[in-house]
């Protein structure tokens, strides 16, 4: 399924209009604070579905809110768990679901704007609105209408924030972030001890051969040249 | 009354003050991060320690981690990186110390003059900046990179492209190199085993290829803090500043002060630099301190905006504006066989097309370069191009990596060979810094807004950079890649600059030749910002270290009746067993061990 600009519902292209600034400047103050994701945060808040999706996010169970994010750790690196086979893109290797690190996921977001509801929340409730304009009606075996898409239409949420001057700056990071977390430590590093306590997931589908002080990689210097002429040369082929 | 205060450590700033450290003057220098003192317990190796976007301790972001990251509006998609801290940026740099293409100066007669941002040139020449380039090589020092296996492949690709080999320091032609780097070169052990127990100091020296520049270098173990292989100014330029007393006949030891977030800068009625306010991150206490001049170097970013927070004069509007990136992008190939992309120098190898910029290979820890490959413009490949249609040239892909494509380049982060492109691009006067109205101030006043007009770049730059693409693309395809992704990125900004440009107009720049403002005498800029171009596409680290050395003559000659030092007298390098003494000395060195002081005095 791929979808064109002339797909995406009325709903939707909605967002890229005026915001509304009554509604907006209401939550903006407390709500937008800091970072990167804070900064994508002052982007949502400009948007006229802001009001919404707030409500939406009040409203949201932690749940919900988790099962949302599941869907999203799938989307960007499926593995063999049932939200990638719930897309229908699952391969076998172990996949963001195993990496350990919904949890936290969902804190990186929340402590990049430490205001209520929880941005992870925000987030969700966008996500599923925007999944319930790309598939009205829809159904599966999860409660988050997002993770009850499939991957196409996962793609399609993507591409109708790509889109929307609102929602990209969310867009551009989110997917980097559940990358980084995915393939990274972070599912077993303990802050505590400041090591890990397993070998995390992320190295494992990399094929990563951990961190070290040293390797024996050195292969000596390009043409045995040690150092370069300080004076103006033209080189050599 | 301090005779300078610099604001910041970073890049710029320490070289500034280790300069007129080493001159006798009285510096203050000021850091908004963490002090970094001691690196082997401050850094790990950890991904998620160092560069988790949050909460890391590289994240730009007060000394104290359990607070967040400072605040910034990027009213587009942006990754901005940005170090606090002391030693800045370069705690995480690669260490590449290129010198900028000659065409970026004034008085370029080279045949593609033409080819150059020629509106916004150095309003000096690349010849007068020559000897300030050997006096930084000297002391951080710059040395020729050696080569893991991904610099020996990228070296193969560059010479399938027909390209020659650069041997001089200096840029003259389109030709790849291995990257002249302010990292030590490996000695002993180093490079040449993976047992820890065979890698501390001495049995190892200078770079040991760990493959963690982006977490921050403590290798090796036990080295004292100046003989760390990469040259962060956090192990070279700060310890010499503090202890300017003992390895300068005349020198003057620095005050560092750390978790100081520089608020405002005040004049006197003759428009005369007069003092720095700063708050200390730890207390909230605000602090005020008068100097005869004042040195900005708190980057790109933070630098207009204390301007701006000042009520300093700004009569031409450019505070702030022309912001240069690179335009950055990258090229990954899936290769055939094992790279080791994840080891080494994080870039040992570049190639330069004078006039378009340059191309590096580049080596990353797993987490970074997933995170990095998600992290497009151009929507997701075989579903939609984000209004960005073509432009792989051959590539496989073009846009995010996510879901099976990003599993499948990933499945072997050893067999990847990444070429990051960096783009000679125009100044263009819509990109810049300025201040947000959009989010409320924070604790040291109206935050930073950050814009960057993506989609509407001069011609010149966007045909730069697709030309680089297409070598990049060119090259992993001479060396077999199995896939090659183009990720054609939003704004990600690791080199940033030529926000409070020096220039040849009054119209378009803040700074005159001599790096001092255009409205308020004694007030200097010492840091990326400073640049009057983005220099051609090289890393700009080592030009501002350039700069920022001949700035330091000029305030000590103009406003301390001095006399220059560079071409004069002999740079004293950061490696040298007087420093290595003196660090030790002064209890800044990571290992205290009488052996070592043996060693370095001998």
Known sequence: MKYSSLDVPPVIQRLDGSADETRASLHRRKFLRIGMLGAAAAAVATSSSFASWMARAQSSTPDLIADTYNGLLAFIVPGPDSYSVEQSVSPS?????????????????????????????????????????????????????????????????????????????????????????????????????????????????????????????????FRNRQSASDSNAQGEN | ?????????????????????????????LEAGARFANPEKDWTHYESDANHPFNGYFRFGPADRSKPEWV???????????????????????????????????????????????????????????????????????????????????????????????????????????????????????????????????????????????QGCFEPIGAPINLKAKRSTSVSYVPMALTADQWSRGGRAVTLIADAFATAIAVDNQLRARSVTWRVGASGQIVTEEARVIVLSAGTVETPRLWLNSGLPNPNDWVGRGLTDHFVDAVTGVMPSYTGSTKGNGSGGRIDYPGAGMLEVVGETPGLRAGLSAFSDAGVPGYYDNGLPGGGYGADTVGRLIGIDLKDAMANVDRLLNVDVFTDDDVESQNRASLSSAIPPDEHGPVPRIEIHQRQ????????????????????????????????????????????????????????????????????????????????????TLTTQALATRTSERIFRRYFGGAPWVGRESPVSSVDPIVTLAVMRSGLASAQRKELIEIAAS
Not at chain 1, 169 to 179: E, R, T, Y
Not at chain 2, 1 to 29: P, S
Not at chain 2, 511 to 531: I, M, Q, T, Y
């Open chain 1, 93 to 221: 290797e172990p996949g963001g679901l195993a990496a350990g690190v919904a949890d936290l996921l969902i804190v990186t977001v929340d402590e990049s704007v430490p205001y209520a509801p929880p941005f992870s929340a925000v987030v969700a409730a966008l996500l599923n609105q925007l999944a319930e304009a790309v598939h009205p009606n829809g159904s599966g075996n999860f409660p988050a209408p997002f993770s009850n898409l499939l991957y196409p239409e996962k793609v399609a949420v993507l591409q109708i924030m790509d889109r929307t001057d609102a929602l990209k700056p969310l867009s551009g990071i989110l997917p980097a972030i559940v990358a980084f977390l995915c393939f990274s430590d972070a599912g077993t590093f303990d802050r505590a001890t400041r090591t890990i306590t397993a070998q995390p997931v992320g190295w494992d589908i990399s094929n990563y051969s951990g961190v070290a002080d040293g390797r024996a990689e050195f292969r000596g210097y």
């Open chain 2, 1 to 29: 009354m301090r005779d300078v205060i610099v604001v910041g450590a970073g890049g710029g700033g320490a070289v500034v003050a280790k300069e007129l450290a080493a001159r006798g003057l009285d510096v203050l220098l």
């Open chain 2, 72 to 214: 910034r509006e990027l009213p587009q998609s942006t990754l901005f990186v940005q170090l606090a801290g002391v030693g800045g940026t370069t705690n995480h740099y690669q260490g590449n110390s290129p010198r900028a293409m000659p065409g970026a100066f004034l008085g370029y007669a080279g045949r593609d003059a033409a080819a150059y941002d020629s509106r916004h040139p150095f309003p000096l020449t690349y010849r007068e900046l020559i000897p300030y380039y050997e006096w930084v090589e000297h002391t951080l020092p710059v040395q020729t990179a050696p080569m893991g296996m991904k610099e020996e492949i990228f070296f193969r690709g560059a010479q399938n492209l027909g390209l020659p080999l650069q041997t001089s320091k200096d840029i003259t032609r389109a030709a790849f190199r291995p990257q002249e780097n302010a990292v030590l070169q490996p000695q002993g052990t180093a490079g040449l085993s993976s047992d820890p127990t065979r890698l501390r100091f001495p049995l190892a020296r200078g770079c040991t290829f760990c493959g963690h520049c982006s």
């Open chain 2, 457 to 540: 770049r001069s011609k010149r730059t966007v045909r730069n950079r697709e030309f680089l693409v297409q070598q990049a693309v060119k090259l992993l395809q001479s060396l077999g890649a199995s896939k090659i992704h183009r990720i054609n990125k939003p704004p990600f900004v690791i080199h940033s600059h030529t926000t409070m440009r020096m220039g040849t107009s009054e119209t378009d720049s803040v700074l005159d030749a001599h790096c001092e403002s255009r409205w308020v005498r004694g007030l200097f800029v010492a840091d990326n910002s400073a640049l009057a171009n983005g220099i051609g596409g090289p890393n700009p």
